[in-house]
């Protein structure tokens, strides 16, 4: 017997050995590539972590409190708290002679959180609802879809100014409002993905075991709309803070001795015909920064974690 393998022989194991010698990618590691390759995402992503260092270590940095009132700068010397460093008062004072920089602090952090909470309640409520009307299906499906209907039918922002005027104007219930409203597209973008994906081998081989259908869901279905639920929330955090800022730009989101980013663009507006430009300027420019921050890490998810892309 010759101790030579025939050609063909030879050639396989050449090509499974290079196989072996080949390290696998997974799903996240080239994700995390692509992501590092775009620019424009890398760059939103280091905008965003220097704004989250500003908004919840930035107060030590200050000189004064949020609240603390400097009687000289108020009133017909309001226009007089120019931004200086001799005195403390980085961004200036506002119309009420209250240091602008350490409330430009707190108006950043609450507008974060109530972005990134709002955002994850919707993400959570929204994927649950979507992935158990979409794996269970039939009438139960279709009772749950056409509800989510006739709620995206009603006014969004009638719905979340009558919660703040009945439940009262605190940042709980800003929180609550915002995140359960929100949910309604994500729980139609959730069931799309789920009428896929429960079609899969995966899936039906769970149900061969008979594992519980709640069980399939959070273990086989919920896992695989991660990437998408990912994308989703951060593009839906700066829809969250612009709908804050709007509301707290009308006077019904956070309350005085409080204040969010929208509720200093809308004082610092109200002053602009006094000529005290910084008090609309440096608000506006965190606010104006983090918003393109998210989108542009959103983008940057999202081109990173499309299986067409890849």
Sequence with gaps: MSLNPDPDTADRLLAAQAAADVKGRSLWKDARQRFMRNRAAVAGLVALVLICIFAFFGGFLAQYEPDYVDFSLIGANASQGVPSFETGHYFGTDSS??????????????????????AGVAVIVGTLYGAIAGYTGGR????????????MSVPYMFVLI??????????????????LISWLDMSRIARG?????????FVEAAVATGVRPMTIILRHIVPNLL??????????????????????????????????????????ASNMQYGVIWQLAFPLFFFVITLFAFFFVGDGLRDALDPKDR
């Design 140 to 151: 139960t499906d279709g009772a749950m879809m056409r509800s989510v209907d006739i709620l």
């Design 97 to 118: 002679g209250r240091d602008l920089y350490a409330r430009t602090v707190q108006g950043t952090r609450i507008s974060l959180l109530v972005g990134i909470v709002g």
């Design 193 to 201: 993905q789920t009428l896929t994906i429960k079609g899969k081998e």
């Design 227 to 268: 990437g998408l639920v990912i994308v989703y929330a951060t593009l839906l955090v700066p829809q969250m803070i612009i709908t804050e800022s709007f509301i707290s730009f009308l006077g019904l989101g956070i309350q005085e001795p409080n204040t969010s980013l929208g509720a200093l663009i809308s004082n610092g």
């Design 162 to 179: 009558l919660m703040l005027v009945i439940f009262g104007r605190s940042i709980l219930m800003l929180f609550i409002g915002i995140g």
